[in-house]
């Protein structure tokens, strides 16, 4: 068990250190994690009312550390511990709030893996955040979601109960699938892409027969009822029947899965993304994919407008990975010591992580390898492994770290989830490195 002690305590020390600090550049990562975190940390700075400025980054390339040499005070959230280049901002003032496995111990870090814990699974960066300032509860919990940190356990945990204490959050047990509060039920199932409803995902018609055939109204005197507007009853049976048909089709373990906790925030308007912590962190993840960091960042934080523009995004969001999807279930080939995809020229390096992430839910029985192209012309590479691998002792962020180093590239992360940069003259030399040492 780790130290919970200790780690507040650099968390407060963190935040003094930043509390200091006048008009300081915010580098955080870009995917949900990141841009809650990062959005927590400005949300500090608006509500003091003192300057500061945001730079969103998918990795710390020595580019990246060339360009912030000149800066006086420097807050890396969701990135920092595992880039050792940060060593070279000996002249800068930098504050680390991270949860990545550190490869480096210079500059002041609040990163749980120093006192004992998994960040992979016990604190998300955007919990760490919260921890350091004490406030937003809500992007902790949708960052930890977003990181596929679920359910939450350990430092997440505590953040969960510090936030239903305060009456912000509430925990249900509940179907787990994305737009309960804000989807007409025939778009809810229609839809539904984590995971697929067999026969029904992608089909109008099949939902609508489907929920006839449970007797249940698509419309009520309010107009198109959602999943939260059913009754406790027409909610069992629903949960019954798509438990019943992803069981048949897919797997029983897959179903089971269906319903869990589910964290609703009290905060934020009903029928809208906002409210579950879910449909949060896809509606987050949707904008850092797309290359609208700030636009993430302003729906965190409330800005006008923000929410509706990040919802149509959402949309085109939702069918580059369900084309993801698609191409992957299609195309994975088995490489012995891992399964790979090659999405390079149909699959975005922004949701190639995402995309072999929503392969796991059928049983994978060894890590999955996906890679993509970069605008700068590199490999993008990312990697998933299940918990079982994990409890095998596999660490993908050493793995990866290692194999890319080894290569000209650089890379890291957690031992469940890791990415990596590398030459694409090096990528046969990267995969057979990558083998040696999984």
């Known amino acids: 068990m780790g130290n919970e002690q200790a780690f507040f305590s650099r968390c407060s020390e963190a935040f003094d250190a930043i509390a200091k600090m006048q008009n300081p550049l915010i580098v955080h990562h870009y995917d949900c994690d990141?841009?809650?975190?990062?959005?927590?940390?400005?949300?500090?700075?608006?509500?003091?009312?003192?300057?500061?400025?945001?730079?969103?980054?998918?990795?710390?390339?020595?580019?990246?550390?060339?360009?912030?040499?000149?800066?006086?005070?420097?807050?890396?959230?969701?990135?920092?511990?595992?880039?050792?280049?940060?060593?070279?901002?000996?002249?800068?003032?930098?504050?680390?709030?991270?949860h990545h496995q550190p490869q480096t111990k210079e500059h002041l870090q609040a990163n749980p893996h120093l006192f004992g814990f998994d960040g992979g699974s016990h604190a998300s960066a955007s919990a760490c955040a919260y921890f350091v300032f004490r406030r937003m509860p809500d992007l902790g919990i949708t960052g930890a979601v977003g990181d596929i940190q679920y359910p939450l356990q350990s430092l997440n945990r505590i953040m969960l109960l510090e936030a239903q204490k305060a009456g912000e959050v509430q925990v249900k047990k509940d179907l787990r699938l994305f737009g309960k509060s804000s989807r007409p039920l025939i778009q809810f199932l229609a839809y539904a892409d984590d995971p697929y409803l067999p026969g029904l995902t992608g089909n109008d018609e099949a939902a609508a027969f489907f929920l006839s055939q449970l007797g249940i109204s698509l419309k009520d005197e309010k107009g198109w009822r959602t999943y939260y507007s059913l009754t406790q009853e027409e909610k069992k049976r629903l949960v019954s029947a798509l438990a019943q048909l992803v069981s048949e089709r897919i797997s029983a373990e897959l179903a089971e899965k269906l319903v869990g906790e589910v964290y609703l925030f009290l905060s934020r308007p009903q029928n809208t993304e906002l409210f579950d912590a879910s449909d949060f962190s896809t509606l987050v993840n949707?904008?850092?994919?797309?290359?609208?960091?700030?636009?993430?960042?302003?729906?965190?934080?409330?800005?006008?407008?923000?929410?509706?523009?990040?919802?149509?995004?959402?949309?085109?969001?939702?069918?580059?990975?369900?084309?993801?999807?698609?191409?992957?279930?299609?195309?994975?080939?088995?490489?012995?010591?891992?399964?790979?995809?090659?999405?390079?020229?149909?699959?975005?390096?922004?949701?190639?992580?995402?995309?072999?992430?929503?392969?796991?839910?059928a049983g994978k029985p060894k890590p999955i390898i996906g890679i993509a192209l970069e605008e700068e012309g590199n490999i993008k590479i990312s990697a998933r492994a299940s918990k079982s691998h994990v409890e095998r002792g596999l660490n993908l962020g050493l793995a990866l770290s290692g194999a890319s180093e080894a290569v000209g590239g650089i890379g890291g992360g957690h031992n469940i989830a890791a990415g990596a940069s590398i030459p694409p003259s090096a990528l046969n030399d990267f995969l057979k490195e990558l083998g040696e040492r999984l």
């Not at 636009?295 to 949309?315: I, N, W």
């Not at 088995?334 to 399964?339: L, P, R, Y």
């Open 34 to 98: 990141g841009i809650t975190s990062g959005a927590i940390v400005a949300s500090w700075f608006e509500s003091a009312k003192k300057p500061y400025r945001m730079l969103t980054v998918k990795r710390i390339d020595q580019q990246t550390i060339i360009s912030l040499k000149h800066e006086k005070d420097i807050i890396f959230v969701d990135l920092g511990s595992s880039s050792p280049s940060v060593e070279e901002l000996s002249k800068s003032n930098v504050v680390i709030i991270d």
């Open 286 to 361: 949707a904008c850092g994919r797309n290359g609208r960091y700030q636009l993430g960042v302003d729906v965190c934080l409330g800005k006008e407008g923000a929410y509706e523009e990040a919802r149509a995004l959402l949309a085109i969001h939702r069918k580059h990975l369900k084309d993801g999807l698609a191409f992957a279930q299609q195309n994975l080939q088995d490489f012995g010591k891992f399964f790979f995809l090659d999405g390079r020229g149909v699959i975005s390096d922004t949701i190639i992580g995402v995309v072999i992430g929503m392969l796991f839910p």
